[in-house]
C-alpha cells in the first residue's frame, strides 16, 4: 500500500482538476424543494453515477418515492473495513436571486481576503463535502491502485427539502447499506484552523402556521378596529410564544431536556466564542439584553445543548411596493424547532399546535402545514472510529479537532446510527460565514484542497485501524 | 327650467350610454402609487377633459408635481351658486392580481344577486362614483340646455398614493377654485337602501417600519436562538403596540380624543350593525372576546369616532413556497393610524417612531417610511347645503339619508374647508361588500343608475336652493 504522502502528492496534483469537476457540480441547479429543480436533480444524479462509475465503484441511480438516491459500491475484500460515506447533492432554493452577486448556478471564483472564493448555490452545503470524499477515493485508486477499505458511497437528493423518503430507503436496504462505520459529510469546522467532529445533533420540526379572518380582505379606514386582524393576531400569538427571558412558553416544551453536565459546560464554555460565530454578531442576543436567544446559557450551549424555536418568515396583507389601506385577509409564519434529549417532533408539533388554537379569536380560522421531522441525536464518543478520524485531522490542520455539537438537523445520522447499528460519525468543513442557505453562498479552493486530504487522511486511518 | 321629472327620465334613456362611457373610464390602469401607472394616468386625464369638453365644460389638465388634476368649469352666470365637485380618477394598485376573477382593467359584466354586478379596480372607488356627476350634468344639459348652477369638476390624480400635491394645488389656485359649496364624491351609503352625509373623516397617517438585523440571513439551525431575529423583534414589537383591551399603549396617543357626546353615542348605537357592516363579520371583534379591534366602544363608535392603528402588511425572511432554515435579515410592516379630533399626524408619527426605537434590541437597526398625512374633519352639519342635498336623496331612496361619520381618510374634505372658507359636503354611494381595495373589486348598474338621478336632484336642489 502506498503511504499517505504520495496519496497526498497525488491529491495537490490532481486540484485543478478536482476543482474543474466540482464546478461542473455546482452547475446543477439541484433544488430538491421546488417542482422545477426535478430536472436538474435526475441529470445531476446520473453524472454523479458516471462519476463513480468512473473511479471502479458500481454506482447506480436508485428510485425513491421523491427524489433518487445515488449508491456507489467499491469491489469486496474480505478482513477490510466496510466505510459507508453520506452526502446529499440537492440544495436549497436561491431565491432571492436579485440579492445574489452573480447567478448562483454559475459558479464563480473571486480572489479575496487571501482565498480563492467559490461562489454558487450548494458551494458550501453540501457539494463541497461530498465531493472532497470522492476526489480522495480518487486520489487513492490514482496512487495506490486501490481503495485501502470497502467503499459505500450514497448521496441523497432531499436533504433540504426534508429527507421524506430517506427513513424508507435506509431501511428497505439495510443489508445493501450494510458498513462497520458510516461517516456524514454535511457538516462544518469549529474555526479555519480547527476541524471538528461533531457528535451532538439537533432535532428539527417545520411549521408553517396560516391565521384567517372571517372576511376576505377590508378597507382598514372601514374595518379597522372593528374586523379581526390576521396580521395582528398572529404577531400577538408569535409574540407569546417567548417570554421575556427567551423561553420557549409552550406548556411542555422542555419536557425530556436534560440540564448539561457541568463538566460538559465547563468545556462549552472555555471555547473561544469568535470562533463559534465566525464573524456573525450576536448582539442583540445573549451577551446583552435584548430578544436575541434565550438569557442564561451561554452561546456554545444554545448552539448545541438548549431546544428553541425560530421564526424563520412571515408575510400578511400589503407586501407590494407601495402604501394600501387594507386589512389583510390572512397571514402566515414559517417556524421551526430545533430539538435536544428526548424531545419528539410529533409531541412538539401537537403542543404547538395547541398553543396557537386556544389562543384562536373567535371567527378565526387556523391551518397547519409540517409533517415528519427528526429526533436529537448523540454519538458515542469513545468509539475507535472518531480516534481515527480525529488523528487524521489533527494531522492535516494547525489545530486538534473539536468534539462537539451543532443546532443544525442531519436527520441521516440517527437513522444510520439506528438502522445500521453503527456509529455515524459526522466530519465536515463549512464554516458560519460561508452564507449557505442564504444568497452568494461560497466555499473556497483552499479548504476544498485541505478537505480532500483530510479524506485520504481518514481513509488512511481507518485502513490502519483494522490493521491495528 | 326643466322639470326634474324631465332630466331623471333623460337620466333613465341614456343608462346604456352612460355605463359604455363608464366601462371605458374603468379600462384605465391608473394606479398611482406605481411607476407603471403613470402613462394610463396621463392617458385616462386626457380622456376626461375630451368628455368634459363635450359636455360644454372648459377643461384642462393641470400639471402638479406628481399626477396631473383634470379641472373644468361651466360658463359663468351671475346670481348662481357656484358648486365645486372633487372625485378622483386614480385607484389603488390591484395586486394580487391572481385572486381576482378577471383582469381587474378589462370591466366584466356579471348578473348575480338581483344586480348586474361590474368588476374592475376602481368601479366602486372611485371612478363609479364622480362619473354619476358626470352623467347628471350630461342629463341636464341634454334635458334642459344648461346646467342649472355654475359648476367647476376637480379630478385628482394621486388620491390613493397620499395626494401628496393636493395641498399646494388647492392653496396656489384657491381664486380658480373659488365656490359657494364643495362636493366630494369619494364616499359611501349606509346600507343598500340608506344613502348617507358624511360629515366626520377621520385623519390618517400612514407608515412602514423595517428592522433590520446586524447579519444577513443567517443559517436558523446553527444560529437560531442565538443570533438577534427581525421577525421577532417585529412581532414582539407590533404586539405591544394594543393592550389586552386593544388600546393603544403608545404614550400620549389618545391625547386631543375627547369622548363622544351621550346623545351622539346614542344615535350611533341605535343604528342597524348588520347595515353599519354590509355583510362584514366582526367575529373576534368586539361583539366577543379576542383582538378583533378596541374592546368598550361599539362598532359605530369605533368606526366613526375612535382612532387606532392598523397593521396593512407584515414581511420578513422565508415568504418563498417551501420550507428553508433561515433567520432573517430583516422584516418591516405597513401600518396605518386613524384620527380623531386633534390628534396631529405629524405627532403621531413621532410617538409610534419614539415607541419603536425605545424597544429595539441592542445591534438591530429600524428605518421608518412614511411622510405627511391628514388631520380629522368634521363639517358644520347645520349647512343649508346639507339640507339640500338631504331633500335630494330623500326622494331618490328608498330610506332618509343618514348624517354620518367615516373611518376612511378624505383629507380634500379638510383642505377644501380650510382653503376656499366653503362647507365641503361629502356623498356618495360605495357598500361595504364593494370590495374596494380589494381584489374583484365591483359595483352595480342599478347603483349607478341612482346615483346619476341623485346628483341630478342634487344639482336641482341647490338650484332651488339659490332661488328660495
Chains 1, 2 share one sequence.
Not at 275 to 301: Q, W
Not at 325 to 344: C, D, E, H, K, N
Not at 394 to 402: R, T, V
Request: net charge negative; aromatic share 6%; proline share 7%.
Amino acid at each position: 500500500m502506498s503511504s499517505i504522502d504520495a496519496i497526498l502528492d497525488q491529491v495537490d496534483a490532481n486540484l485543478p482538476a478536482s476543482l474543474d469537476r466540482f464546478r461542473r457540480l455546482l452547475a446543477f441547479p439541484s433544488v430538491s424543494s421546488l417542482p422545477e429543480g426535478a430536472e436538474a436533480i435526475a441529470a445531476c444524479a446520473d453524472w454523479l453515477v458516471e462519476e463513480l462509475n468512473g473511479l471502479g465503484l458500481a454506482a447506480r441511480v436508485m428510485p425513491t418515492a421523491g427524489h433518487p438516491m445515488v449508491l456507489a459500491t467499491s469491489p469486496r475484500r474480505a478482513g477490510r473495513p466496510k466505510v459507508l460515506f453520506y452526502g446529499h447533492y440537492d440544495v436549497q432554493p436561491a431565491e432571492p436571486l436579485e440579492a445574489w452577486d452573480s447567478p448562483p448556478f454559475e459558479p464563480r471564483i473571486v480572489e479575496e481576503d487571501g482565498l480563492r472564493r467559490i461562489y454558487a448555490r450548494g458551494a458550501a452545503d453540501s457539494k463541497s463535502q461530498f465531493w472532497s470524499v470522492i476526489e480522495a477515493l480518487r486520489a487513492w485508486r490514482d496512487s495506490a491502485g486501490e481503495l485501502p477499505v470497502d467503499v459505500t458511497v450514497m448521496l441523497e437528493g432531499e436533504e433540504e427539502s426534508g429527507s421524506a423518503s430517506l427513513s424508507d430507503f435506509v431501511t428497505e436496504n439495510r443489508e445493501l447499506l450494510a458498513c462497520d462505520v458510516a461517516f456524514n459529510s454535511d457538516s462544518d469546522m469549529w474555526s479555519p484552523d480547527r476541524p471538528a467532529i461533531t457528535t451532538r445533533l439537533k432535532g428539527l420540526v417545520h411549521e408553517k402556521v396560516t391565521i384567517n379572518a372571517p372576511n376576505g380582505e377590508l378597507h382598514s379606514g372601514h374595518f379597522g378596529n372593528v374586523a379581526v386582524n390576521p396580521v395582528q393576531v398572529l404577531t400577538g400569538i408569535l409574540s407569546a410564544i417567548h417570554d421575556d427571558r427567551g423561553r420557549v412558553t409552550i406548556e411542555g416544551f422542555y419536557d425530556g431536556v436534560d440540564p448539561i453536565a457541568p463538566d460538559l459546560r465547563a468545556q462549552w464554555e472555555a471555547l473561544d466564542l469568535d470562533e463559534a460565530l465566525s464573524g456573525v454578531s450576536v448582539a442583540g442576543g445573549p451577551r446583552e439584553e435584548g430578544p436575541g436567544g434565550e438569557k442564561g446559557p451561554g452561546v456554545v450551549e444554545l448552539m448545541w445543548g438548549r431546544p428553541g424555536v425560530d421564526f424563520n418568515g412571515i408575510s400578511g396583507g400589503n407586501t407590494g411596493p407601495s402604501e394600501r389601506s387594507v386589512l389583510p385577509a390572512s397571514a402566515y409564519a414559517r417556524l421551526t424547532y430545533r430539538l435536544v434529549g428526548r424531545q419528539r417532533p410529533e409531541d412538539i408539533r401537537a403542543k404547538f399546535r395547541k398553543f396557537i388554537e386556544t389562543r384562536l379569536p373567535a371567527g378565526c380560522q387556523v391551518e397547519f402545514e409540517g409533517a415528519g421531522g427528526s429526533t436529537a441525536v448523540s454519538v458515542n464518543e469513545a468509539s475507535p472510529y472518531i480516534a481515527a478520524a480525529a488523528r487524521a485531522l489533527n494531522a492535516e490542520w494547525p489545530e486538534p479537532a473539536l468534539i462537539k455539537g451543532t443546532g443544525g438537523a442531519v436527520p441521516v445520522v440517527g437513522l444510520l446510527t439506528e438502522q445500521l447499528g453503527v456509529d455515524c460519525i459526522t466530519v465536515g468543513f463549512i464554516l458560519g460565514d460561508d452564507a449557505i442557505h442564504a444568497p452568494n453562498e461560497r466555499y473556497d479552493v483552499e479548504r476544498l484542497h485541505k478537505g480532500i486530504r483530510s479524506w485520504s487522511r481518514i481513509l488512511s486511518e481507518l485502513a490502519g485501524s483494522n490493521a491495528a
